[in-house]
């Protein structure tokens, strides 16, 4: 388990201000999702079963570390339904534990029990993928300021902050395995579709999801003023008074945010945002099947990644 590999990299290390927040965000565990990507695209194309854990680490630190920083700039209180580090901690602390584990991550990477030239593939795509998460949420942070982000501006900036994370782990599966590349292409493909379908649920669930069931505050995009895919929609979709009122709590911090959040849910019912971002979802994730079925391995060898694509965009949580 990750958990316990986890606990064996940190333990006795000091000083302990540093990574006892980083042992607190790994051990919480949460969906594991990145690491599962990686062990099913790398047991799709066959290979070394030994190689997984330490890309799978890798993607999981790096993950983190995103998180750590996100719930700094976005004031959460809560994730995976406990305390922040920010927030157990300070803000100091929790910016120094980001980068140490940014950089664990990277470490991590380059432990890969594979040929040199893979293991380079693999820390280019760490890279790369660690900057482009940083542009897009640099892009989330410039939108809170612009009032003239369109829907395609917004998919960009989720591609770029939540889907090249996904797409990443799938790829660096075939990458283990030596894949063609036009098959590492698909499957890194597959990945950003899923991660647009993934974000968008996770748009969803911000305004329709049981906070117990959650783990974190329900409204948090709204109280912050984030366009968000429900957003962005309702007003192209509003009536004028509609418009002038999403323009007007999107714009005001004053305003009390269960009023603010009553009205605003309000529009969206009236508008049926949540079945047309629904829409908007399954378009992606047949886009993903789509992907994935251009991948040169048997069918068989797809179900549990389809399975779990399908799990993660209709999920409650």
């Not at 062990?39 to 983190?64: I, P, T």
């Not at 920083?69 to 004031?75: A, L, P, Q, V």
């Not at 990477?109 to 993928?129: H, I, Y």
């Not at 009553?262 to 886009?287: G, M």
Request: charged share 30%; proline share 3%.
């Amino acid at each position: 388990m990750l958990e316990e590999y986890f606990k064996s990299l940190l333990n006795k290390k000091l000083p302990e201000n540093l990574y006892n927040p980083i042992d607190y965000i790994l051990q919480q565990g949460g969906k594991r999702l990145r690491p599962n990507l990686v062990r099913m695209s790398a047991k799709m194309f066959g290979a070394d079963e030994n190689a997984v854990r330490n890309v799978a680490a890798a993607f999981e630190m790096l993950h983190n570390f995103t998180l750590i920083h996100d719930d700094i700039m976005d004031e959460a209180p809560i994730r995976r339904g406990k305390p922040t580090v920010y927030k157990k901690w300070n803000g100091n602390v929790a910016i120094l534990a980001g980068d140490a584990l940014a950089t664990l991550s990277m470490q991590e990477m380059l432990k890969t029990p594979a040929p040199a030239e893979t293991v380079l593939q693999l820390v280019n795509l760490l890279g790369k993928t660690c900057i482009e998460v940083c542009e897009g949420q640099q892009l989330d942070l410039d939108f809170e300021t612009c009032d003239d982000v369109t829907i395609d501006d917004y998919i960009e900036m989720i591609r770029l902050k939540t889907a090249v994370m996904l797409a990443g782990c799938l790829k660096a599966g075939a990458l283990l395995a030596a894949s063609p590349a036009s098959d590492a292409e698909h499957v890194y493909n597959c990945g950003i579709y899923l991660g647009l379908a993934f974000q968008l649920r996770d748009d969803l669930l911000d305004v329709y999801a049981d906070e117990a069931e959650f783990g974190k505050m329900i409204g948090g995009d709204i109280k912050e003023n984030k366009k968000t895919y429900l957003f962005l929609r309702a007003l192209n979709d509003s009536s004028e008074e509609q418009h002038e009122k999403l323009r007007f709590f999107f714009s005001s911090d004053n305003v009390d945010f269960e009023e603010k959040f009553s009205a605003i849910k309000q529009i969206y019912s009236d508008l049926d945002i949540k079945a047309k971002t629904e829409s908007e979802i399954l378009k992606y994730v047949e886009s993903s099947f789509d992907e994935l079925s251009q991948v040169h391995v048997a069918d068989s060898l797809k179900n549990e990644l389809k399975g779990w694509i399908e799990q993660l965009t209709f999920r409650n949580k």
